[in-house]
């Protein structure tokens, strides 16, 4: 199994980022998909959710309204758009999948939002 996350990288404020995470080694269809991040200093942070089922999305409050989470099942990849980026939001950025015997994260890709 392995998740590999892109797309990441330096932002101004109130810029847009679009990362992606390709999947390979399960079922990409069959599984919910979540992004989360991880600041210098500071616990690992859930960001987004997206179901396999029904397509439906949840959202860290931080984040809603200003980020999108989203799946194309054909090149089994997750993506994360990002709008109005803040400093707040400088990270490292992983996408990861809970499968039944395993926890699998990506490596991770840096987003750092500055002037």
């Known amino acids: 199994v392995q998740l590999a996350e892109s797309g990441g990288g330096l932002v101004q404020p109130g810029g847009s980022l679009r990362l992606s995470c390709a999947a390979s080694g399960f079922t990409f269809s069959r599984y919910d998909m979540r992004w989360i991040r991880q600041a210098p200093g500071k616990e690992r942070e859930f960001v987004a959710l997206?179901?396999?089922?029904?397509?439906?999305?949840t959202y860290a409050d931080s984040v809603k309204d200003r980020f999108t989470i989203s799946r194309d099942t054909t090149k089994n990849t997750v993506y994360l758009q990002m709008n109005s980026l803040k400093p707040e939001d400088t990270a490292v950025y992983h996408c990861?999948?809970?499968?039944?015997?395993?926890?699998?994260w990506g490596p991770g890709t840096q987003v750092t939002v500055s002037s």
């Open positions: 990861g999948v809970f499968l039944p015997l395993e926890t699998v």
């Open positions: 997206i179901r396999s089922d029904s397509g439906r999305t």
